[in-house]
């Protein structure tokens, strides 16, 4: 095979490793087409590339690597961003004989869901590659250790705190397998729009946590909306029958992150149709975690309803 056609069998990976690193699709897609041009430019002599034995490690850790640059400078962009942030979701329809591409086929075969990608914002850049090339990928902490510049034991010790900030208190559970989720999504959705809200109480873990991302195009939660009361009243605010959008808004059922979802629209007090991905966290017949899309510019591949 010339060079190109190996990077195209490697391209899928790539981009599930980026976009689990970056949690934005366009800039996973961005770091992939920079590892691309790296390759090309390091490997385009027969000799050099005949010197790389094992091309997949070797293109993981430039991909790594970019992605590392890319995290840290994406902290002051974090720090101005209007109200809460929420990554790029990727939204696939949920449907029987669906085949999805090989990168959503990733996508779908390791769960990783948006409540990991939301925990995930909360690790320095160090820790979350560290954690999402060795407990996602199953990359050895030696070449963790060498995309990040330190020693396997730094890097191990990285991925250990990096996994106790994902399993700790008040983080959103999710260990549910996809009958679980789409039974308990089409209770909440059902729950809402009937404005049930004993019901929705029921399908809410005490502790559950609701998220929204308008990005200062359309009104959101600035703060995190925590708790079962609360979150079910705000849920029934913007959606039940004397909700903002009563009667008025339009949900599908998809897949968000590999998980169970709703994606709607509704049209907006000033004529714009509002478009949202509700994605959500689910564990021990409960959902933990509601987290509400808004910003346009985050949802600009999906068609209209």
């Known amino acids: 095979m010339d060079l190109a056609t190996e990077f ?22 961005d770091a992939v087409q920079e590892t691309w041009l790296r390759c090309a430019a390091a490997l385009a002599d027969p000799a050099a590339r005949a010197q790389v034995h094992e091309l997949p490690a070797w293109l993981t850790t430039v991909c790594a690597r970019i992605c590392l640059d890319v995290l840290r400078s994406a902290r002051l ?29 990733v996508s779908r075969a390791d769960q ?9 914002e909360r690790l320095s850049p160090e820790q979350r590659v560290a954690l999402v090339l060795h407990d996602v ?12 510049g330190t020693t396997p034991a730094a890097a191990r010790q990285l991925a250990s705190r990096a996994r106790r900030a994902v399993d ?11 009958a679980e989720q789409r039974r308990l999504v089409e209770a909440f959705l059902a729950a809402s729009e009937s404005g049930d809200l004993a019901a929705l109480l ?19 939660a600035r703060r995190p909306v925590l708790g ?24 599908r059922r998809v897949l968000v992150d590999g998980t169970v979802g709703l994606y709607g629209e ?23 975690g509601v987290f509400n899309q808004l910003n346009p510019e985050k949802l600009t591949g999906l068609p209209p309803l």
């Open 228 to 251: 079962a009361d609360a979150v079910a009243r705000f849920v029934l605010g913007v959606f039940g029958p004397d909700g903002r959008y009563a009667g008025r808004a339009r949900f």
């Open 77 to 105: 962009r974090r720090e101005s961003y209007p109200g809460q942030w929420l990554p790029e979701p990727v939204v696939t329809p949920l449907a029987d004989g669906f085949a999805p591409d090989p990168a959503e086929r």
């Open 137 to 148: 990928f199953a990359v050895p902490f030696d070449a963790v250790a060498e995309v990040l």
């Open 266 to 288: 509704a049209p907006y007090r000033d004529g714009r149709t509002i478009r949202v991905v509700l994605s959500f966290a689910v564990h021990d017949g409960r959902i933990t």
């Open 202 to 220: 029921r399908v809410l873990a005490p502790d559950v946590v609701l998220v929204g991302d308008g990005g200062g195009h359309f009104p959101s």
């Open 168 to 178: 700790a208190d008040g983080v959103p559970r999710h260990r549910a397998d996809r």
């Open 112 to 120: 990783v869901g948006t409540a990991l990608l939301v925990v995930l």
């Open 8 to 29: 195209e069998a490697e391209r899928a990976h790539l981009t599930a490793l980026a976009h689990r690193m970056l949690g934005s699709r366009a800039e996973a897609e």
